[in-house]
């Protein structure tokens, strides 16, 4: 099992950036391809962006695309998420999931392992 920790959000103005963080424990980090969601009040979760074991992959959904980045660091057990030009509709709570399969369609159900969510609000 993995045990994952958001951190990193907060308020921003529209146009600014935040990175968001997600610290791993209790397993393998590297064992597991690591993903970014996050979920709107009164909208389903939505993914974001997945990057692979060795970080060799990345995809990001058309709607982050160009703004938001992904990236991991193995050695320190930690996966990141990069958000630039941020828009009020980015406002969400955030959250890392982990799985041990690569799988870019973004179903909520196929993670086993999620964290307790870091709430990022754009103001305009």
């Known amino acids: 099992q993995v045990q994952l920790v958001e951190s990193g959000g907060g308020l921003v103005q529209a146009g600014g950036s935040l990175r968001l963080s997600c610290a791993a424990s209790?397993?393998?980090?590297?064992?597991?391809?690591m993903a970014w969601f996050r979920q709107a009040p009164g909208k389903e979760r939505e993914f974001v962006a997945i990057?692979?074991?060795?970080?060799?992959?990345?995809y990001v959904a058309a709607s982050v695309k160009g703004r938001f980045t992904i990236s991991r660091d193995n050695a320190k057990n930690m996966g990141y998420l990069q958000m630039n030009s941020l828009q009020p509709e980015d406002t969400a709570v955030y959250y890392c999931?982990?799985?041990?399969?690569?799988?870019?369609?973004?179903?909520?159900?196929?993670?086993?392992?999620w964290g307790q969510g870091t709430q990022v609000t754009v103001s305009s």
């Open positions: 209790g397993s393998t980090f590297s064992s597991y391809a």
């Open positions: 990057i692979s074991r060795s970080a060799v992959s990345t």
């Open positions: 999931a982990a799985d041990r399969r690569y799988d870019i369609s973004g179903q909520v159900l196929k993670y086993d392992y």
